[in-house]
C-alpha cells in the first residue's frame, strides 16, 4: 500500500483549517478571559503571520477554484476562511 502524496487542494484546506483553528482558538482565549504569559507571547508571535498567512490562502484557493481543482472539504474550508477574514478585519474597525 502506497500513501498519495497530498494534491494543492487538499495543501490548501489544511491550511485553510488551521488558520481558522487559530482565529478560533484567540476567540476563545479572549471569550474564556484566559490570562497567561506564555499564551500571550505565542499570540502576540503568531497573528501577524497568520493574518498574512490568511490572505495568501485566500488567492491560492480562488486559484484553485478557477481551475478547477477543488472539493466539498475544500469548499467548506474557504468558506470557513472567508466567514473567518470578515470577522478578522471587520474587528480593525
Known sequence: MQIQPLTR???LM???FAIVLYFLLIYL???WQIDSV?????RELLTI???IAQLI?????VR?????EYSIGFIISLLLLITCSIITF????
Do not use: E
Open 90 to 93: 471587520s474587528s480593525f474597525f
Open 64 to 68: 484553485c477554484i478557477i481551475q478547477k
Open 49 to 51: 503571520p497568520f493574518l
Open 57 to 61: 490562502s485566500f488567492t491560492l484557493s
Open 9 to 11: 487542494p487538499r495543501k
Open 14 to 16: 489544511l491550511i485553510n
Open 29 to 31: 482565549i479572549n471569550l
Open 38 to 42: 506564555l499564551i500571550g507571547v505565542f
